[in-house]
Nanobody, 126 residues
């Protein structure tokens, strides 16, 4: 049974940074695509970033150069999203997600292709 638990959300001023963490359990590293999604009030769930294995990454254009998705080098079951230069439009609830197999260059951003989700962590930018 795959479990995903996010942490690290909070409130920051525009231009600030936050690092989100996702502790994953119950799966075999390397067999899952891991991703970060976000959902602002009144909007759909948006794919932010995804990672295959240790280094193959995908990002939505709006966060390229500001956000970095990575796995912990010592504990491969921990996923991070380093968010720098945060903007007001980045404010949302952020979710960690996982699915079997590769991320896919297009499907990585499709929320309905992921079958495991965390509970979400709130990010507020003012």
């Amino acid at each position: 049974h795959v479990q995903l638990v996010e942490s690290g959300g909070g409130s920051v001023q525009a231009g600030g940074s936050l690092r989100l963490s996702c502790a994953a359990s119950g799966y075999t590293y390397g067999s899952f695509c891991m991703g970060w999604f976000r959902q602002a009030p009144g909007k759909g769930r948006e794919g932010v970033a995804a990672i295959d294995g240790p280094r193959d990454t995908e990002y939505v254009d709006s966060v390229k150069g500001r956000f970095t998705i990575s796995r912990d080098k010592m504990n491969e079951n921990t996923l991070y999203l380093q968010m720098n230069d945060l903007k007001v439009e980045d404010a949302a609830t952020y979710y960690c997600a996982a699915k079997n197999g590769p991320c896919g260059s297009v499907s990585w951003r499709a929320a309905d292709t992921y079958n495991h989700w965390g509970q979400g962590t709130q990010v507020t930018v003012s």
